[in-house]
């Protein structure tokens, strides 16, 4: 069993930057796939990005991909997702999730959740 608790969001300019973090409790976070989820009220969660339990494979969303960046410490228990050039529609409640078998972009695969973290976008 892992817990996730993301940190980072905040409110920031369009065109601005920010860095989620993700942290998961637990000794087997390395055995875990981790993804990047997105949900505004009203609208299904959707996906932003994953990477695989080792780091060697990244995938994204078609909405993210060249502003947006995966990437996890396994000696650190974190993954991240480093935001650029943000623009006003990434404006949601952002939540990592984690599964030790499932790496792709539906959310409902993934086992472990955690509780969200807002991100608001000024235009």
């Known amino acids: 069993q892992v817990q996730l608790v993301e940190s980072g969001g905040g409110l920031v300019q369009a065109g601005g930057s920010l860095r989620l973090s993700c942290a998961a409790s637990g000794r087997s976070f390395s055995s875990y796939n981790m993804g990047w989820f997105r949900q505004v009220p009203g609208k299904d969660r959707e996906f932003a990005a994953a990477i695989n339990w080792s780091g060697s494979g990244t995938i994204y969303a078609d909405s993210v991909k060249g502003r947006f960046i995966i990437s996890r410490d396994n000696a650190k228990n974190t993954v991240y997702l480093q935001m650029n050039s943000l623009k006003p529609e990434d404006t949601a409640v952002y939540y990592c999730?984690?599964?030790?078998?499932?790496?792709?972009?539906?959310?409902?695969?993934?086992?472990?959740w955690g509780q969200g973290t807002q991100v608001t976008v000024s235009s």
């Open positions: 999730a984690a599964d030790r078998e499932y790496s792709g972009s539906y959310y409902d695969q993934y086992e472990y």
